[in-house]
T-cell receptor, first 114, second 112 residues
Framework: GAGVSQSPRYKVAKRGQDVALRCDPI?????LFWYQQALGQGPEFLTY????????KSGLPSDRFFAERPEGSVSTLKIQRTQQEDSAVYLC????????????FGPGTRLTVL | GENVEQHPSTLSVQEGDSAVIKCTYS??????FPWYKQELGKGPQLIID?????GEKKDQRIAVTLNKTAKHFSLHITETQPEDSAVYFC???????????FGAGTILRVKS
């Protein structure tokens, strides 16, 4: 079956531009996660949704970062006024259950801010 | 918050040899410990996981051991093959948690 998909796969933005990254989770998965992965590092948690409710946004690095999942399926991560330090791979993952279940990761969106 | 340390950062082995990667964690409330494999340009993929009520788990050539007292867990790959070459990440999660905390990763190279 289809896995987690993300678009675009690559995004180049000029500093100061706004970007929107999309995640299509596996159908029926209740939980959705966003992670940021800097080059040569492990993924770092950004935010978590249970259906349409954003239950944890403790990992968002600043108020320029905003995520939504309005209908409990597709999610969008928006970054306003991008900075060079935002350059990273943004990974989306989904999980069938509420906790301690396998998280299925998408291929990621590589964001480069010039 | 939770901190996960992973060693070594790079590991080169000859095809057919074993590889061992070790992780330590700091949060005693962590009880779920997955291992992910990440290939170039792809997202991480779960290869094995273990929960705190189990000390060891095996799946063909892959095994994971957990020592809750010492707060460390290890990945063991036997009879390594070139296709095992990738970056491996350990992670931990609290019971009823909603976020994985990852180690920094180990680059495994299997030389044929």
């Amino acid at each position: 079956g289809a896995g987690v998909s993300q678009s675009p796969r690559y995004k180049v933005a000029k500093r100061g531009q706004d970007v929107a990254l999309r995640c299509d989770p596996i159908s029926g998965h209740v939980s959705l996660f966003w992670y940021q992965q800097a080059l040569g590092q492990g993924p770092e948690f950004l935010t978590y949704f249970q259906n349409e409710a954003q239950l944890d946004k403790s990992g968002l690095p600043s108020d320029r970062f905003f995520a939504e999942r309005p209908e409990g399926s597709v999610s969008t991560l928006k970054i306003q006024r991008t900075q060079q330090e935002d350059s990273a791979v943004y990974l989306c993952a989904s999980s069938v259950g509420l906790a301690n279940n396998e998280q299925f990761f998408g291929p990621g969106t590589r964001l480069t801010v010039l | 918050g939770e901190n996960v340390e992973q060693h070594p950062s790079t590991l080169s082995v000859q095809e057919g040899d074993s590889a061992v990667i070790k992780c330590t964690y700091s949060d005693s409330a962590s009880n779920y410990f997955p291992w992910y494999k990440q290939e170039l340009g792809k997202g991480p993929q779960l290869i094995i996981d273990i929960r705190s009520n189990v000390g060891e788990k095996k799946d063909q050539r892959i095994a994971v051991t957990l020592n809750k007292t010492a707060k460390h867990f290890s990945l063991h790959i036997t009879e390594t093959q070139p296709e095992d070459s990738a970056v491996y990440f350990c992670a931990s999660e609290r019971e009823y948690g909603n976020k994985l905390v990852f180690g920094a990763g180990t680059i495994l190279r299997v030389k044929s």
